[in-house]
């Protein structure tokens, strides 16, 4: 048997790919770092993985392998599980395939192009302005942080990775399995570029920094925070008036996480003194979204039919609901954009013969109507209105103040807190009613 007949027929396909990004580029790291992002996004369209190969595949493929290629993630940090296919000297050519797993909002310290192989993603766009220009590699940054586009790939599309903050990005992947073909550089200088995450509304900070006094503060407090509650929250106390934005912004979103206290997050903001009165405010936002965010990908994982999936990563990434409902007409071509929203809550809320109550929130049609108004716009007073017009008063007057709450309760629900923040209504304390009337 020859040695071609024996080469497995993934490791063929990478072997040309690879091979032909290879000889279109100069053998100098120089050279691949300046053209690797036309040349792997000609290629990748040209070769085209996604109508020759699936993840079945690679499946086959890694179980029945003896040896694989040099792996640039042994330890499969990144994806569920990666999978290096061809090992160029200065890039790599990698699987990453995806169960329930969403990128944070990000930027590359490295360059390439991606391909979708298998499912689909939605792919998010933004762009970041600093309130005031940055130091070189600052560790933490306060500004404003804008929705550029959303898009949905789909196998056979291909995208660019661009190095810097000239692509800010996330991707949130809405079919299990999906799998990304990346090809990008891999010998970048470690250090030189800060690969910034981003937070809603305005904070970007590097989640690879390393300072060793920075570190064991983390860890002392993290281990009071166990031992001691009291002590914790003295010792917290006594960190923040002197902490930068990095360090204030860690301590505060990571409390915020384990006490899902969202007065917490303001009352710790507030300590944190040598920040401006701007950046408290951001930094309270900060965390405030980082906790809405984490209920919401919590779900993702309850969620596998792909319609549940986009408006999920709708809810995640756009906070405006005139937008949302226009991308949401815009992908799906309905007619009428919030009667196709009600119909998916609708389903994942078990209120639908094809599927069981998949986010533990008992929508009754009592909140189905009242969400349709709010995403029509509607107040509390208006949707009260609607409500008597609908079913009269006598009906309604009965239970207006529990209305009222339960239009309070949909505001500040973490799935719609930030598409309904604009809604007039009474906001108070006490919203803990959803969807109680009969």
């Known amino acids: 048997m020859s040695a071609d007949v024996a080469v497995h027929h993934v490791e063929a396909f990478f072997r040309r790919l690879g091979d032909d990004i290879a000889a279109t580029l100069d053998e100098s790291r120089e050279a691949v770092y300046a053209n690797l992002e036309a ?52 890039f790599d050519i990698s699987a990453l395939t995806w169960l329930d797993g969403t990128t944070s909002i990000h930027q590359h310290a490295f360059c390439g192009a991606f391909h979708v192989l298998a499912g689909s993603s939605i792919h998010s766009r933004y762009r970041f302005q600093s309130w005031a220009p940055p130091e070189p590699k600052q560790r933490a940054i306060a500004g404003d942080l804008a929705l550029i586009d959303i898009e949905v790939l789909r196998p056979g599309d291909t995208r660019v990775i661009r190095r810097g903050d000239t692509l800010i990005h996330s991707l949130f992947h809405m079919i299990r399995p999906s799998v990304t073909i990346v090809v990008r550089t891999i010998t970048d200088t470690p250090g030189a570029e800060v ?99 984490r209920s919401l990908i919590d779900l993702r994982r309850k969620l596998h039919a792909p319609q549940h999936r986009f408006l999920l990563a709708l809810l995640l990434n756009v906070f405006d609901r005139a937008e949302l409902l226009r991308l949401v007409q815009r992908d799906t071509g309905c007619a009428d954009p919030v009667a196709q929203v009600c119909e998916w809550i609708s389903e994942i809320s078990g209120n639908s013969e094809r599927y069981p109550n998949l986010i533990g929130i008992d929508f009754n049609a009592t909140a189905l109507e009242m969400l349709a108004c709010m995403w029509r716009g509607s107040g509390l007073d208006d949707t009260l209105r609607h409500l008597v017009e609908r079913h009269g008063e006598d009906e309604v007057s009965p239970h207006r103040e529990a209305l009222q709450g339960l239009h309070c309760a949909l505001k500040q629900c973490a799935l719609f807190h930030a598409v309904f923040a604009d809604l007039p209504g009474n906001d108070r304390k006490d919203a803990s009613t959803i969807a109680k009337i009969d």
């Open 195 to 293: 690969q910034y995450d981003y937070r809603w509304p305005g904070l970007a900070h590097d989640p690879f920094h390393k300072h060793a006094p920075t570190l064991r503060k983390l860890q002392y407090l993290r281990m009071l925070r166990v031992l001691d509650a009291d002590a914790f929250q003295s010792h917290l106390a006594r960190v923040l008036p002197e902490a930068d934005l990095y360090l204030a912004y860690t301590l505060v979103s990571e409390q915020i996480q384990i006490s899902a206290d969202v007065d917490e997050a303001r009352r710790l903001s507030r300590l944190c003194t040598r920040l401006s009165s701007a950046e408290r405010e951001l930094l309270h936002r900060a965390a405030h979204n980082d906790l809405l965010s």
């Open 39 to 90: 040349v792997a996004l000609a290629k990748l369209a040209e070769h085209n993985p996604s109508a020759h190969l699936g993840h079945a595949d690679l499946v086959d493929y890694v179980l029945g392998a003896d040896e694989v290629c040099k792996q640039a993630d042994l330890d499969a940090r990144f994806a569920e599980p990666p999978l290096s296919l061809y090992n160029g000297g200065h």
